[in-house]
T-cell receptor, first 113, second 113 residues
Framework: NAGVTQTPKFQVLKTGQSMTLQCAQDMNHNSMYWYRQDPGMGLRLIYY???????DKGEVPNGYNVSRLNKREFSLRLESAAPSQTSVYFC????????????FGNGTRLTVT | KQEVTQIPAALSVPEGENLVLNCSFT??????LQWFRQDPGKGLTSLLL?????REQTSGRLNASLDKSSGRSTLYIAASQPGDSATYLC????????????FGEGTQLTVNP
């Protein structure tokens, strides 16, 4: 039981390049989330998917897009990376949106130069 | 807007000490509160989830309490061990925020042997 798996673990991009962060969970969870963690700003929600087939914006969605590919997978895409997107990105999931503990992946450390 | 504060930002204690970590929030209309642990370079691990109707939750040496009216939660760690060294974060779900959690910035705990 791997839990929440994120790939890649590390990535360096040049300004303007694009990339997709992948996330998969094997816990049969309905809800999935993308967060970014920055020093002094804490964890902030980028996008979430309360159930398969739905996605919604979080606190800081600008510059990102998401796809809930199926119940297991939720990807985050940066279309044109900017230095302000340098951060650690975490994918998380839980059984339902409101009432169950959140399970996190180990993160993707992204640097945009 | 919900704000979550954790004081102190860092704490260093000798092994065996009982300790209390604090979390305060500005909007008392919360749905639930979670405590997490984050080890360096890793994702967050959920420790305890307290529903708004509950006063406390216990897991092993950990006990979390919730006082909605005063906007406070505490995480009590009994008989601390070096393996407890990590950053501890609290997060609240406000009734009107849907799936959004608001995180504190955490308390970095070091337990010295």
């Amino acid at each position: 039981n791997a839990g929440v798996t994120q790939t890649p673990k590390f990535q360096v991009l040049k300004t303007g390049q694009s990339m997709t962060l992948q996330c998969a969970q094997d816990m049969n969870h309905n809800s999935m989330y993308w967060y970014r963690q920055d020093p002094g700003m804490g964890l902030r929600l980028i996008y979430y998917s309360a159930s398969e087939g739905t996605t919604d914006k979080g606190e800081v969605p600008n510059g990102y897009n998401v796809s809930r590919l199926n119940k297991r997978e939720f990807s985050l895409r940066l279309e044109s990376a900017a230095p302000s997107q340098t951060s650690v990105y975490f994918c998380a999931s839980n059984r339902d949106s409101y009432n169950s503990p959140l399970h996190f992946g180990n993160g993707t450390r992204l640097t945009v130069t | 807007k919900q704000e979550v504060t954790q004081i102190p930002a860092a704490l260093s204690v000798p092994e065996g000490e009982n300790l209390v970590l604090n979390c305060s929030f500005t909007d008392s209309a919360i749905y639930n509160l979670q405590w997490f642990r984050q080890d360096p370079g890793k994702g967050l691990t959920s420790l305890l989830l307290i529903q708004s109707s509950q006063r406390e939750q216990t897991s092993g040496r950990l006990n979390a309490s919730l006082d909605k009216s005063s906007g406070r939660s505490t995480l009590y760690i009994a008989a601390s061990q070096p393996g407890d060294s990590a950053t501890y974060l609290c997060a609240v779900r406000v009734e009107t925020s849907g799936s959004r959690l608001t995180f504190g910035e955490g308390t970095q705990l070091t337990v010295n042997p």
